[in-house]
């Protein structure tokens, strides 16, 4: 049988067996698989003779995301656009990497997120901290230089009070299935963050959308997170949605909105937490919320706070509590803020945050408080119906907000020279028990020393 015939037999046979297919002698070709491979670009900086003296490596994810790699310290690495450490994949980062997103907003927007299932092992040191920050960042960026690109977001498979259990994390576009968080691991392992700072991040994808400088999404216990910097932010410094994730020695420099913030019932521990507001565009020393819809579901928001100094610079506000947030803060420093702890006290029946403190689940216990409210104690920790409301009833002085005092620490450069000696010490497995309130020892150099671009541009005041 000739071709021609061949062909004209098989286009007939298609047509009877009813495929539906567009004539065999057509011009219209089959449609491909969209390419979703990740392209990695390496190029390089030469001096005048023509000698490398860098070489980068920009990657764009098209949806298969990093791959099992290791990032190395001998190239830098930069995001073009929203690049994901896909389920199943780990990404290592050696230590003293620099890794930098490139500037744009909305659906040019840069940022490193770790979806659920996968593991980011970012474990720098003290000699040689990791860095992620924008790629137009030369070394000579002012400190509040803010949203020069996106941020770094962890996401896992803990659980949340938020129905239905999963959620889209803010920050980038929900019709990303890799931005989903959430799940019924609460020892769920997502890698490892030690010495590292993010800084100069916050993109707007839009509407006011902008990410944070790390984002812990639905994040277990099983992770590590220590010695970490966020410096000038665009919007919070760290948030927590939900998930389990203990951290400690977190450095919270210059960020326009709020320093530590969480939601959808965090439940870890902190310890070592250092906040320096910006006084000129920064909200709260934390933004604490207990769930979103609904807003009194269970399990509650209950983290723990230990050794915490939060310096205001004459910022607005110490702490707020809202949403049904419960907490608990204990021999921490709040130093030189205009109004201090507003626990949300609806006017209705319900569950809301003072519900949390009268069940002895909101604590605010055996703190330092100066500068804060005036140094008025009816001030320092009040009820409030609304959250602009701030003249509240006062709640010192009762059974969960015993032993805080009105003192001068002495702080210089954050490191107490006064007495802070520490009372009601934790019996919790993960708080170290030390003899000193606040984040910093006193008479010893500070944790962030060497490291931070906090302690570098002598940032504290």
């Not at 990032?71 to 995001?79: A, E, H, M, N, S």
């Not at 780990?90 to 593991?119: F, M, Y």
């Not at 507003?342 to 006017?347: A, F, K, N, S, T």
């Not at 804060?372 to 010192?396: M, P, R, W």
């Amino acid at each position: 049988m000739s071709k021609s015939k061949l062909s004209l037999l098989t286009c007939t046979m298609m047509f009877i067996g009813g495929a539906m297919l567009s004539s065999c002698g057509g011009d219209e070709t089959p449609s491909q698989p969209e390419d979703k491979t990740t392209v990695y670009e390496e190029s390089t900086v030469k001096d005048g003779d023509g000698n490398v003296i860098e070489t980068i490596s920009t990657i764009t994810d098209r949806g298969e995301g990093v791959g099992t790699i290791t990032f190395t310290k001998d190239k830098t690495w930069v995001l073009n656009g929203l690049v994901f450490v896909n389920s199943g994949q780990t990404l290592t980062l050696e230590p003293g990497t620099l890794i930098k997103g490139k500037s744009g907003q909305g659906d040019n927007a840069s940022a490193l997120i770790v979806s659920r299932g996968g593991k980011i092992m970012a474990e720098g040191t003290a000699a040689e901290p990791i860095v992620m920050t924008s790629e137009t960042d030369g070394g000579q960026i002012p400190a509040t230089a803010r949203g020069l690109w996106g941020g770094l977001i962890v996401l896992g498979n803990a659980s949340l009070n938020s129905s239905p259990g999963e959620s889209a994390i803010e920050g980038i576009p929900t019709s990303e299935t890799r931005g989903l968080y959430g799940g019924d691991n609460d020892a769920d392992n997502s890698g490892s963050l030690a010495y590292l700072s993010i800084r100069h991040g916050g993109t707007d994808i839009g509407a006011g959308n902008e990410i944070n400088g790390l984002t812990l999404g639905g994040v277990g216990s099983g992770t590590s997170v220590h010695h970490i910097e966020i410096v000038a932010n665009n919007d919070d410094g760290i948030e927590f949605f939900g998930g389990t994730v203990n951290v400690s020695n977190l450095c919270i420099s210059y960020c326009a909105d709020d320093n530590v913030d969480y939601d959808e019932g965090w439940r870890g521990r902190a310890q070592f937490v250092f906040v320096n507001q910006d006084p000129a565009s920064g909200d709260r020393g934390g933004e604490h919320d207990g769930g979103t819809d609904p807003e009194d579901a269970q399990p509650y928001a209950t983290p723990m706070f230990y050794n915490c100094t939060y310096i205001g610079n004459g910022g607005k506000r110490a702490l707020t509590f809202r949403d049904n947030a419960g907490g608990e803060y204990h021999n921490s420093i709040f130093y030189n803020w205009d109004k201090g702890v507003d626990i949300e006290d609806l006017p209705v029946d319900g569950e809301d945050s003072k519900k949390r403190f009268d069940a002895g689940q909101l604590k605010i216990v055996n703190n330092i408080f100066y500068m804060v409210a005036g140094d008025d104690a009816d001030k320092l920790i009040v009820s409030t119906s609304e959250d602009t409301d701030l003249n509240g009833v006062n709640l010192n002085g009762s059974a969960n907000s015993s032993g805080n005092t009105v003192a001068d620490p002495g702080l210089d450069k954050g490191i107490p020279t006064n007495d802070v000696t520490a009372t009601g010490l934790s019996g919790d497995a993960f708080i170290q028990n030390v003899a000193y309130k606040g984040a910093f020892e006193p008479g010893k150099d500070t944790w962030i020393k060497g490291w931070t671009k906090t302690d570098q541009d002598g940032l504290i005041k």
